[in-house]
């Protein structure tokens, strides 16, 4: 456990409670980003993110700021998987594209939580049951045998216990009503399909904390440093999202090479494990290489990716124009009149007369 002062963690709380302050007053018009709009927030939040990881080097020492480093890289890395599953969810729900930010603003904050508790509660575990690394590690290796295999559980938004413990809690109506979440119906309040968006969104982060949270417990078991590097990678995704909506399935590599960073980050962990459990004659693989190792993977899966041809599909249209017709708008598309932002509708208090 690295000596991180008090001050520090004010800071990184400041510092995440004005960005969303910010970012929510920036988009508090619906509107559709571009891919402008969305490089230039990707830029901000990297830059935190880094700001923030010379921050720790300076103050915690330079053991802290590799190990926030690699982790927050491994999260980034691993957040990609999720872009592909916000895709699927709007196409699913047919969000309007000028309604998405908003959508994607209260699943972060939803993400933050969450991912809050749950490395919270793998720090408290792994600190009193070391051999529960094992457990994690195998967790590992079984999603990097499902991807390598193809066999990866594909999420269907229709069928995700969040949304269908929200229909049971309250109605949701079938139409969008701007951007609210309720709206009153004949005296009763009802909510909009939006709120089960946020509802699908959220329960994917759960499925994915799964690989996330045993990774980034791979590289560090300091609660400082796995939370804050979570946190600014999760910040990022939004941005992230929009920016490289359209070219999602150029990145055909990506995933494969997701595959190796979790099966490396496995061996890590038994290597750890065994270090700990077994014998200190066992060698852990320290975090400067896992850093290197998992910037050189992703920067391999990325240019091989951008190098092959873009996919088509059955009628020879690229991947990208199928997810532009459910999805959201491709990389620098600006709004145009074909998606105009849907009106806001009145509150309705009283049925329709019969005719």
Do not use: C
């Amino acid at each position: 456990m690295h000596d991180v002062p008090l001050w520090l963690w004010m800071v990184f709380a400041v510092t995440v409670l004005v960005s969303l302050a910010v970012d929510l007053f920036a988009h508090r018009q619906a509107h559709v980003i571009g891919f402008r709009e969305a490089a230039a927030w990707s830029g901000v939040w990297v830059s935190l993110a880094v700001v923030f990881g010379v921050a720790v080097f300076l103050v915690v020492g330079t053991s802290a700021g590799v190990e926030y480093t690699t982790a927050w890289l491994l999260e980034k890395s691993l957040s990609v998987d999720n872009l592909f599953v916000f895709a699927l969810i709007f196409g699913y729900f047919k969000v309007p594209r000028a309604y998405q930010h908003r959508v994607l603003f209260l699943g972060v904050l939803g993400a933050l939580v969450f991912r809050g508790v749950f490395l919270a509660a793998g720090v408290a575990v792994v600190s009193r049951f070391t051999a529960v690394l094992f457990v994690f590690a195998a967790i590992l290796f079984y999603s990097t045998y499902k991807i390598l295999k193809e066999e990866d559980d594909s999420f269907d938004p229709g069928k995700s216990v969040a949304v269908k413990l929200l229909r049971k809690i309250i109605p949701v109506r079938d139409d969008y009503a701007g951007h609210r979440f309720f709206v009153r119906e004949a005296g009763k309040r009802v909510a909009t399909p939006l709120l089960a968006v946020v509802a699908a969104i959220e329960a994917a982060d759960l499925v994915f904390a799964v690989d996330s949270v045993p990774a980034v417990l791979a590289v560090s078991s300091d609660a400082f440093v796995v939370y804050t590097s979570n946190a600014f990678a999760i910040l990022g995704l939004r941005a992230l999202y929009f920016m490289l909506a359209g070219l999602l399935d150029r990145f055909q590599y990506l995933s494969k090479g997701l595959a190796l960073i979790l099966a490396f980050i496995g061996v890590k962990l038994v290597l750890q494990a065994s270090h700990k459990t077994i014998s200190t004659a066992v060698p852990e693989i320290p975090s400067p290489l896992s850093l290197a190792v998992i910037a050189a993977v992703l920067i391999v899966s990325i240019v091989l990716s951008l190098l092959r041809p873009p996919p088509g599909d059955a009628d020879g249209r690229p991947a990208a124009d199928v997810v532009r017709s459910t999805g959201p708008a491709p990389a620098g598309d600006a709004p145009d009149e074909a998606d105009p932002v849907p009106p806001e509708p009145q509150d309705i208090t009283e049925p329709p007369e019969d005719r």
